[in-house]
């Protein structure tokens, strides 16, 4: 018996009418006559009255001998059972755990009047679940999912802490929440009609207008929200929560689609409403950038994603971050990944220069009678290198690579080239009715060779979607796909546009290192454009910076070495990065601070 162990089932795989019990005919325990793995009296089709056919499992926690047996994982043919010895240093019991055999929550956030908490950790770790029950949407029923769940028992739970006077008020339906959800492209599904309609419900501090303006989304209220890009929607969705007058706003991820000046703004409206209005901001963020600058204090998620979440108590930020990046926590002494995450501390050298792979002429291309015009400086990209691409949106990035295509011509300026190009949009459209497996051994015929799967499915952990449907999958889950299937092309050059969002950090490193392997394994040349600096940081071999007032005029400088572009990039943007002492990571610094004034002088934005 392995009273530290977790067994979870996931009831949308477990299929026995096609595995005849493969699991139960060799556990261990159930061969020598006890009962582990038995039938749960239910059909596995959902809606459907159980008909006496072949019955989903139920595992006994009591009985089955743990991790270490692991038999019926291995068996089970549809990857349905997971089996996991919880850390030792885990003490305490869940807070909430959904069924037996499911998911298990231990710990939870811990919100604070006038104060922005962050939460960082991987999807699937329960960040929702716990929300819910803040919201008081859901009582947690303390890991008892047979007996009824009352807050009195949750109270009890937690006296003394300092989570008591929050629980108090959710238990009197004191607690009022507005959240803006994590997938902004869904919300023209639900919302029928014009931006400012559904803006105009939400303005409950007067505060709407003010927000209108400073998120930069005037010119797109009198559209139909079906006719908003992702960026777009972020806006409306952030002005939308925050004009909310409630106690408890949940942020779940506000980076996606947006560039950094958009992210420092947002990250500044939402400090302010927490500061200055005495309200409790909850904020899920994987671009460590904006984190560092949004939050107070840090809770660290981590766990096994669908099985079980742990949340942390609170971290100060700097310590919350640099903890997650080396692996370590320490005051719970849990070791949460092998490896350290790094960054250069100096510019990386540069490199040798492998073959051109084109050299092209200073460009201009202008649509329609003048209303966007893009001029570009001449320049060289090399075989196999990583060029990251930075600037605003809106600024003729995908016109360029639409022109280096050949399915754009310039204005002036002549391509004597014309490259295949394999792109990866940054919206990702494919709602296809088709499974993971087939559309990506439709794209190439290395598709399920053991070099395909070093080189691109097991770096970007596709395994276990293999057999989903592309339509099912969550945002990670698509934009991993879609980076896959990009890389899988037979093409000159490989442009990735935005590959970071919807990925936590840990999938961030891991693209960023499936991208560069990629491109030094294949003589493959990477273009990725991408606001995250730590993944631009951790990626490109040099930079090409893209400046201009958005939607008017774009200018794209020439390739250049990191040191020069992060410091070309970042002066335009007036923002300076200090490194942080323990770890080396940047930090932004705070405007007007000692270390910004000094850095700016020097010139030197982000390699100090
Ligand atoms: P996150 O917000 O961190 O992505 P969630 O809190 O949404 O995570 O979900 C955590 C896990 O709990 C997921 O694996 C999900 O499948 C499971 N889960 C969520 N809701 C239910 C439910 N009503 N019944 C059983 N499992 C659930
Ligand atoms: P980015 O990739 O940097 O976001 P784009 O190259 O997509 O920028 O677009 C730059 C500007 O050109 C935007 O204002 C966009 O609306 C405009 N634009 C893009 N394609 C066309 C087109 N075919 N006709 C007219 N305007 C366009
Ligand atoms: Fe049985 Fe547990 Fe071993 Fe699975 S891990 S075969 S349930 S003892």
């Not at 004191?174 to 014009?194: E, N």
Request: charged fraction near 30%; charge should be negative; proline fraction near 5%.
């Amino acid at each position: 018996m392995a009273d530290d162990s977790i067994a979870v089932v996931d009831l949308d795989r477990c299929q026995p009418d096609r595995c005849s019990y493969e699991c139960a005919n060799y556990c261990p325990p159930n061969r020598t006559g006890k009962e582990c793995i038995v039938t749960r009296g239910e059909h596995y089709e959902e809606d459907e009255p159980y008909d006496g056919g072949p019955d989903q499992i139920r595992i006994s926690e009591e009985v089955c001998l743990g991790e270490t047996c692991g038999i019926c994982v291995e068996k089970c043919p549809f990857d349905a059972i997971e089996i996991i010895n919880l850390p030792t240093e885990l003490q305490e019991d869940p807070v909430h755990r959904y069924g037996e055999n499911a998911f298990a929550l231990y710990g939870l956030p811990v919100p604070e009047s006038g104060a922005v908490t962050g939460i960082l950790g991987p999807n699937g770790i329960g960040k929702t679940t716990a929300v819910r029950a803040l919201a008081g949407e859901m009582v947690p029923n303390l890991g008892n999912y047979d007996d009824e769940a009352t807050w009195e028992a949750v109270l009890e739970r937690y006296r003394g802490t300092e989570l008591q006077n929050y629980i108090e008020r959710v238990r009197e339906e004191k607690v009022t929440i507005a959240r803006k959800p994590q997938y902004v492209d869904q919300i023209p599904k639900q919302f029928d009609g014009v931006t400012s309609e559904l803006l105009a419900a939400t303005d409950e501090r007067g505060k709407l207008d003010e927000y209108v303006e400073r998120l930069g989304i005037a010119p797109v209220v009198d559209q139909p929200l079906d006719t908003l890009s992702g960026g777009e929607l972020q806006r409306v969705a952030l002005a939308a929560t925050l004009a909310r007058d409630r106690d408890f706003y949940f942020l779940d991820e506000i980076t996606p689609y947006l560039d950094i000046g958009q992210r420092v703004t947002a990250a500044r409206l939402i400090r302010e409403l927490a500061e200055e209005e005495d309200k409790a901001v909850l904020a899920v963020e994987h671009d460590l950038a904006i984190l560092d600058l949004l939050a107070d204090t840090l809770h660290i998620a981590y766990g096994e994603p669908g099985a079980y979440g742990v949340v942390t108590d609170p971290k100060s930020v700097r310590n919350g971050i640099n903890e997650y990046l080396k692996g370590y926590l320490s005051n719970e002494n849990m070791r949460i990944r092998p490896d350290e995450i790094q960054f250069h501390e100096h510019a990386p050298r540069e490199t040798t220069k492998s073959a051109p792979l084109v050299d092209y002429p200073d460009l201009s291309k202008s649509y329609g009678d003048g209303e966007f015009s893009l001029d570009v400086e001449g320049g060289t990209i090399y075989q196999s290198e990583v060029l990251g691409i930075v600037g605003p949106n809106g600024i003729g990035k995908s016109t360029l690579a639409q022109m280096f295509a050949g399915s754009l011509e310039p204005d002036e300026g002549e391509l004597d080239f014309r490259l295949d190009i394999a792109y990866k949009p940054q919206y990702i459209d494919i709602d296809q009715p088709m499974r993971v497996d087939a559309f990506l051994s439709s794209i190439t015929e290395d598709f399920g060779t053991s070099y395909w799967k070093t080189e691109v499915a097991n770096p970007l952990q596709l395994g276990r979607i293999m057999e989903r449907n592309l339509d099912d999958l969550s945002g990670g889950e698509r934009q991993r796909v879609a980076i896959a299937a990009c890389l899988s092309e037979d093409a000159d050059l490989y442009v990735l546009d935005e590959p970071s969002a919807h990925l936590d950090v840990e999938q961030r490193v891991q693209a960023t290192t499936a991208i560069r392997r990629y491109a030094e394994n294949h003589d493959a040349t990477v273009m990725v454009i991408d606001h995250d600096i730590y993944m631009i940081d951790l990626l490109a071999d040099r930079l090409m910076v893209f400046d201009g007032e958005p939607s008017e005029h774009g200018h794209a400088g020439t390739p250049q070495e990191m040191r020069a572009g992060m410091n070309d990039f970042l002066s335009d943007l007036d923002i300076t990065f200090r490194r942080d002492e323990r770890t080396q990571r940047p930090r932004i610094n705070k405007p007007g601070s000692q270390l910004d004034s000094k850095q700016k002088r020097s010139g030197e934005y982000y390699y100090s």
